[in-house]
């Protein structure tokens, strides 16, 4: 079978780029099976440093989309969400209809909601199935970053939320088939779009199964240190990261010692500036998983976003317990079973404090926390689905 697969940036293994993680897992799947094409956008500088290392160029293309690039798609298309508007691209859509005719593709694999928009291509190739991957179901996004606004933003953001619902229920309708992320997602697309034909696999954090046998080594924690992770140019992290650092002045006032890491690319200046002795602001690291390691607890205060936040996972792996919101929670461990879950400030407060005291409990959770990933998110389930779709 020859699949092309389609994605809004570049797919990659590497753990700083979690979305592309799930992408590149998948794309090693599909390979080991079936012949593989790629068509992507290039949308940073890591992508286009991740393009410049691509081993097979042969099957892959890349079509750059800077953001004057993006500003001028999204005003070409007005119809259209922005989010959605930005993939909006001509020379994408030639390359599409190219690489679809010039290597006889069955199938095209799409990553995220804006890349549904390409389904046309159906109608030129009356044999091409298209499948989209869903990571999360891009409506109930604005609907919380709309709650969370007032005034000219919450107007903004109502009227790009009937927008997505309207593209997003559209793409959704015309793919062959939709994977999901997780159950509450699969139940979210029925009840908003009446979505039937939709399979859910795992998404991937960047440990394979082999990986989380055995305990987690945490020789290398270091006293009283938290951690968040996450793209800091997104809105709903940078939201985090800042309430974590207002709950962890109250937190250092009972622990002394406490050491907080904010971790991930574009951090705004905003957060810049509240670096001091025991707040570090890292930017982009090459491996995240030295802080997840050194942190006693994960904390993502998280109020807005969808589906599987991949940072929960990829902490709960490496046996670094979390503290979280529903929100973060969602699609991993609602109930609370390993996640130690907070809504409030105070609350975040008291589960800090508390967990930092208990060493030998919060050890226990730690490999408590890779054992239910283990069993709850391998990825051999992901495998046996993609198994079943894809058959030669």
């Given at each position: 079978?020859?699949?092309?697969?389609?994605?809004?940036?570049?797919?990659?293994?590497?753990?700083?780029?979690?979305?592309?993680?799930?992408?590149?897992?998948?794309?090693?799947?599909?390979?080991?099976?079936?012949?593989?094409?790629?068509?992507?956008?290039?949308?940073?500088?890591?992508?286009?440093?991740?393009?410049?290392?691509?081993?097979?160029?042969?099957?892959?293309?890349?079509?750059?989309?800077?953001?004057?690039?993006?500003?001028?798609?999204?005003?070409?298309?007005?119809?259209?969400?922005?989010?959605?508007?930005?993939?909006?691209?001509?020379?994408?859509?030639?390359?599409?209809?190219?690489?679809?005719?010039?290597?006889?593709?069955?199938?095209?694999?799409?990553?995220?909601?804006?890349?549904?928009?390409?389904?046309?291509?159906?109608?030129?190739?009356?044999?091409?199935?298209?499948?989209?991957?869903?990571?999360?179901?891009?409506?109930?996004?604005?609907?919380?970053?709309?709650?969370?606004?007032?005034?000219?933003?919450?107007?903004?953001?109502?009227?790009?939320?009937?927008?997505?619902?309207?593209?997003?229920?559209?793409?959704?309708?015309?793919?062959?088939?939709?994977?999901?992320?997780?159950?509450?997602?699969?139940?979210?697309?029925?009840?908003?779009?009446?979505?039937?034909?939709?399979?859910?696999?795992?998404?991937?954090?960047?440990?394979?199964?082999e990986m989380l046998q055995g305990d987690a080594?945490?020789?290398?924690?270091?006293?009283?240190?938290?951690?968040?992770?996450?793209?800091?140019?997104?809105?709903?992290?940078?939201?985090?990261?800042?309430?974590?650092?207002?709950?962890?002045?109250?937190?250092?006032?009972?622990?002394?010692?406490?050491?907080?890491?904010?971790?991930?690319?574009?951090?705004?200046?905003?957060?810049?500036?509240?670096?001091?002795?025991?707040?570090?602001?890292?930017?982009?690291?090459?491996?995240?998983?030295?802080?997840?390691?050194?942190?006693?607890?994960?904390?993502?205060?998280?109020?807005?976003?969808?589906?599987?936040?991949?940072?929960?996972?990829?902490?709960?792996?490496?046996?670094?317990?979390?503290?979280?919101?529903?929100?973060g929670a969602e699609g991993i461990d609602e109930?609370?079973?390993?996640?130690?879950?907070?809504?409030?400030?105070?609350?975040?407060?008291?589960?800090?404090?508390?967990?930092?005291?208990?060493?030998?409990?919060?050890?226990?959770?730690?490999?408590?926390?890779?054992?239910?990933?283990?069993?709850?998110?391998?990825?051999?389930?992901?495998?046996?689905?993609?198994?079943?779709?894809?058959?030669?």
């Amino acid at each position: 079978m020859r699949i092309l697969h389609i994605s809004p940036y570049f797919p990659s293994l590497e753990a700083n780029h979690a979305g592309g993680q799930c992408m590149g897992k998948e794309l090693e799947t599909l390979r080991k099976r079936h012949q593989v094409y790629v068509l992507t956008f290039i949308a940073s500088a890591y992508d286009q440093a991740l393009w410049e290392r691509c081993r097979d160029r042969a099957h892959t293309r890349g079509v750059p989309v800077g953001r004057f690039r993006r500003i001028f798609h999204a005003a070409l298309a007005p119809w259209m969400p922005n989010y959605f508007a930005v993939r909006t691209s001509l020379r994408f859509s030639l390359l599409l209809i190219y690489m679809v005719r010039k290597y006889k593709i069955d199938v095209i694999h799409a990553e995220y909601a804006s890349m549904g928009q390409y389904a046309w291509i159906k109608k030129m190739f009356p044999h091409l199935r298209f499948h989209l991957v869903e990571h999360d179901v891009t409506v109930q996004s604005y609907e919380r970053q709309k709650e969370n606004s007032r005034g000219w933003k919450r107007l903004y953001l109502e009227w790009q939320q009937r927008l997505i619902e309207r593209e997003e229920r559209k793409y959704c309708q015309r793919a062959d088939m939709l994977f999901a992320f997780n159950e509450k997602d699969r139940r979210l697309l029925a009840s908003h779009y009446g979505i039937k034909k939709c399979l859910v696999i795992n998404p991937y954090y960047g440990l394979d199964d082999e990986m989380l046998q055995g305990d987690a080594d945490r020789s290398e924690e270091k006293e009283n240190t938290i951690c968040f992770l996450g793209q800091m140019g997104r809105p709903e992290n940078h939201q985090a990261a800042m309430e974590l650092i207002r709950i962890a002045s109250k937190v250092k006032e009972r622990v002394p010692g406490l050491q907080v890491y904010i971790v991930g690319n574009k951090p705004s200046e905003e957060l810049r500036r509240q670096e001091n002795e025991w707040i570090h602001v890292t930017g982009f690291v090459e491996d995240v998983d030295i802080y997840l390691r050194e942190a006693k607890l994960a904390v993502f205060p998280l109020r807005q976003g969808a589906g599987i936040k991949l940072k929960v996972l990829r902490s709960l792996a490496l046996g670094t317990p979390v503290i979280t919101s529903a929100v973060g929670a969602e699609g991993i461990d609602e109930s609370g079973s390993v996640i130690r879950l907070a809504e409030t400030e105070k609350e975040y407060e008291e589960q800090i404090v508390s967990w930092l005291k208990r060493e030998d409990e919060r050890q226990h959770l730690g490999q408590e926390s890779r054992k239910y990933v283990r069993e709850h998110f391998g990825w051999k389930m992901s495998e046996e689905v993609l198994g079943q779709v894809y058959r030669n």
